[in-house]
């Protein structure tokens, strides 16, 4: 994502398989087990065990070095080594088909390798399999009690597969090997994680070098879990909640690409967000090549439809740091050189002067990006206080109306802390025109509160200035799949739940972290994230009131927005089909807009709610969003007043 240089990524594609089977990380392990009653979060990994017993994973990422996808297909490889500086390689395939998934792995020495083993884990979730079973191959079952074992196994034996169920047999997971291969299930619980964990060899013993050895292993999920009843959704017109412009974008890089002009022209947006591309104005500000005119294109674009827009610097020129070409490109958290401030003032500036003399717009906010992590300008809070109240007198000195944005802080864990010495301070207040954060690696509903709360407490809007949830998930496009759109959706739901922005700014609808795919004829092609995120644009009314909603399942979250008396509703299903109990509705007639895996932004009638009351069916895995445009909508009780 952020943390390194971007190039065009326009990329092909195979056709689409009928369902996903499975999801995967951007170290190509799995993440989950797909089925029509939702997502079972199965996590897989390769291990490596040395002969002390310590266990190394392989599949991580160090210094930015890890898995590479292969082509379209679910195909990686990668490589590692050792504590003793001892190397190997990893080749990992994913087959999917109607019976479930085939994982290949298979490991080659490229050194001597001394091992005690190296294993292909499964994690399965312990509350789901609690006071379940696990049955080895032709053996009896054995139970999954919540008393660990008296040697952390449930089971060790050489074994051609294992058969896991829950306490009730209407869940469970059949894992093959082929061939007999040394397993054991373990009753796992350490400072990382609680599971109950499947072990499995690749190989016992030492690598001899150019040696090889390859496990594959098919697993199939089965959920026979009654259908979930109704769930029961309730809104309240009258407790407004807050105030919402709309959902926008990031159009940082490739502005000039199809892609691009396909989202501006295809998905509506309410707040941007542009790279403000410091080193090549300082080279061009007398004639901007392609990439500045780019953007300043965009820029207008946003002006010409009236989207607001934050412009953030990432990189600046390499004199203006205190270690001047000391550091790679994607090295962390430059210091500016105190020494440098009146120039970097001065570039800044001329920056938005150009634009707004050769474009006519203006930015109505500016940061420098992360700069809490330092990606790549780094700020403490203190310095955070000072850039705001330097760089907001000088724009207000030469005549902008461009304001700061108050922290642009990657990640919502905590983070909020890093903008309470600036919040503080009346001076930077009068030069703070928002408060932003990114969502990266997600976090929990109070910690999204926590950034509404300081917003709230300023009495500043709030803006999610990179909506997005697994920032390495470029490294290998883990985010082209309706799963990561459905955790996309879900991260949306529940920050307007919690959060209470006045508008997100997702990443990107350019290239990176793409909507659509460039088929290998140079056509474009719309994926299912594509689809669930046009729900959001272009069917949520711009300058909409936020109202105050309930769901009494966890796996059904609703949203609600009015705009005079039109109003939205965003019904996101994370599980099994089910049907919906609407009650607080206005009285109107309501239009129905759907996206599953298989079909996207279809289209009926869902009927009236004379007496406030819907009921309406909700398919897997699926986001409904109802929408009336009525004028003559009103709550069942009578007339709004």
């Not at 074992?149 to 469970?172: C, I, K, S």
Request: aromatic share 10%; charged share 25%.
């Amino acid at each position: 994502m952020r943390y390194r240089w971007m190039f065009p990524i326009l990329f092909c594609c195979v056709p689409a398989l009928a369902m996903e089977k499975a999801a995967y990380d951007s170290n190509a392990r799995m993440i989950a087990l797909i089925a029509d009653g939702g997502d079972v979060g199965v996590t897989s990994s390769l291990v490596a065990v040395l002969p002390n017993a310590k266990r190394i994973p392989l599949q991580v990422r160090v210094n930015r070095k890890g898995v590479v996808r292969q082509g379209q297909d679910l195909a990686w490889s990668g490589e590692f080594e050792l504590p003793d500086a001892s190397r190997g390689r990893m080749e990992l395939k994913a087959e999917e088909d109607a019976s479930g998934v085939r994982y290949t792995s298979t490991i080659k020495a490229e050194t001597a390798l001394d091992l005690e083993a190296i294993e292909f884990v499964l994690d399965l979730p312990r509350p789901l399999f609690l006071n379940g079973q696990v049955s080895p191959s032709g053996a009896p079952a054995i139970p999954l009690t919540p008393v660990k074992p008296a040697d952390t196994a449930f089971y060790r034996g050489e074994t051609t597969g294992l058969h896991v169920q829950n306490a009730t047999g209407d869940v469970a997971i059949d894992i093959g090997f082929g061939d007999a291969r040394h397993a054991a299930v373990i009753d796992r619980w350490d400072s990382l994680d609680r599971s109950y964990q499947v072990r499995v060899a690749v190989h016992r013993g030492p690598f001899t070098p150019d040696s090889t050895a390859t496990l594959t292993a098919a697993l199939r999920l089965t959920d026979t879990r009654p259908a979930p009843g109704p769930t029961h959704l309730t809104l309240d017109t009258s407790k407004p909640g807050y105030e919402f412009d709309g959902f926008g974008a990031n159009y940082c890089w490739d502005n000039s690409s199809p892609v691009t002009a396909y989202t501006r022209k295809n998905l509506k947006i309410a707040w941007g967000r542009m790279e403000m591309k410091m080193r090549d104005w300082d080279k061009e500000r007398n004639s901007p090549g392609p990439l500045l005119r780019a953007d300043f294109e965009t820029m207008r674009y946003f002006k010409e439809n009236g989207v607001p827009f934050v412009v953030s610097i990432w990189w600046l020129p390499e004199r203006f740091y205190t270690d001047p070409y000391m550091q790679s490109r994607s090295g962390h958290f430059r210091i500016i050189d105190p020494e440098k401030w009146d120039e970097v003032l001065d570039l800044l500036g001329s920056y938005l002067l150009y634009a707004k003399e050769n474009y006519g717009v203006e930015a109505g906010l500016f940061s420098f990006n992360e700069a809490n992590k330092g990606v790549y300008v780094g700020l403490t809070p203190e310095t955070h206080l000072h850039a705001i109240k330097r760089i907001g007198a000088y724009f207000q000195k030469i005549g902008l109306k461009t304001r700061m944005l108050l922290g642009d802080a990657t990640g919502p864990r905590d983070t909020h802390k890093f903008v309470l010495e600036a919040a503080s301070d009346p001076e930077a207040m009068q030069f703070i025109g928002a408060v932003g954060f990114h969502t990266w690696g997600e976090g929990t509903l109070e910690q999204y509160a926590a950034w509404g709360d300081v917003a709230e407490w300023l009495r500043k809007p709030l803006l999610v200035s990179e909506l997005g949830v697994d920032g390495a998930a470029y490294y290998t496009r883990s985010w082209d799949s309706y799963h990561y759109g459905l955790r996309e959706a879900r991260l949306t739901q529940q920050l307007m739940l919690y959060a209470r922005p006045r508008g997100t700014q997702y990443w990107q609808f350019t290239n990176d972290y793409t909507l659509v795919r460039v088929k290998p004829d140079g056509t474009l092609e719309p994926t299912q994230r594509f689809w669930l995120m046009k729900q959001f644009t272009d069917l949520t009314p711009r300058k909409s009131t936020v109202l105050t909603t309930k769901s009494d399942q966890e796996s059904v979250l609703l949203t609600a927005f009015r705009h005079e008396n039109s109003y939205t509703l965003h019904i996101l299903n994370l599980g099994a089909a089910r049907e919906a109990d609407l009650e607080g509705l206005p009285k109107a007639d309501w239009q129905v807009t759907q996206t599953t895996e298989t079909a996207g932004f279809q289209e009926s009638r869902a009927g009236g709610s004379p007496d406030g009351k819907l009921r309406l069916a909700l398919p897997s895995r699926s986001l409904v969003t109802l929408t009336t445009t009525q004028a003559t909508a009103q709550v069942a009780t009578g007339p709004r007043r």
